[in-house]
């Protein structure tokens, strides 16, 4: 069964003049299935058709229903061309919501393309930054050792010059007592 909202609507449509395939676009648009669109379609031309106390027999025309007939088909012609003007008004309309709806859709997606985007930059920013920490952590490591290596040479170093100290102390005696093994000799 045909939804009645979607059929009051196109009713209303028809009736100011609009085609079914502008209505069911606009009902697109707004959301609804187009299956339940062209079931309220066929609904309401179903109803157009079964208009009351017409039948398919041809009837004699007289005078009256000729001039009844073009004064209504006069009126029928001013109404083709409110509805073909209002239409193009509709259309402008429409075009210019439809731009705008469409500028708005883009730039909604390049908001969000640009939000993933921050997203991964921030995600890469933390990953740096714990890099660092940890490069200054070894920073600070080596920097360590490397004092404690400096203070070990100095260390070294002065045990070095006490050795050379020592030996030439050691390097006199030898003298000494090389001399005072010849002197003892000659006596």
């Given at each position: 069964m045909a939804n009645k909202d979607l059929v009051n609507y196109l009713e209303k449509g028809k009736k100011g003049g609009f085609s079914f395939?502008?209505?069911?676009?606009?009902?697109?648009?707004?959301g609804f299935f187009e299956s339940d669109i062209d079931e309220a379609?066929?609904?309401?031309?179903?109803?157009l058709e079964e208009i009351p106390g017409k039948s398919k027999?041809?009837?004699?025309?007289t005078g009256k229903v000729n001039k009844v007939k073009k004064s209504n088909q006069k009126r029928k012609k001013e109404n083709r061309l409110k509805k073909r003007k209002m239409k193009r008004l509709i259309t402008k309309k429409n075009e210019s919501k439809f731009v705008?709806?469409?500028?708005?859709?883009?730039?909604n997606v390049e908001i969000s393309?640009?939000?993933?985007?921050?997203?991964?930059?921030?995600?890469?920013?933390?990953?740096?930054?714990?890099?660092?920490?940890?490069d200054r952590g070894k920073e600070r490591e080596l920097q360590e050792k490397i004092a404690?290596?400096?203070?070990?040479e100095a260390k070294?170093?002065?045990?070095?010059?006490?050795?050379?100290?020592?030996?030439d102390k050691i390097a006199d005696k030898i003298g000494k007592?090389?001399?005072i093994k010849s002197e003892m000799s000659e006596l």
């Open positions: 395939s502008l209505l069911k676009n606009k009902l697109l648009e707004g379609v066929e609904a309401v031309k179903s109803k027999k041809v009837r004699k025309v705008l709806s469409a500028a708005i859709r883009d730039l393309n640009l939000n993933r985007e921050k997203a991964g930059m921030q995600k890469q920013l933390k990953e740096i930054s714990s890099d660092m920490d940890v404690k290596l400096i203070e070990r070294l170093n002065q045990e070095k010059k006490n050795l050379e100290v020592k030996i007592i090389s001399k």
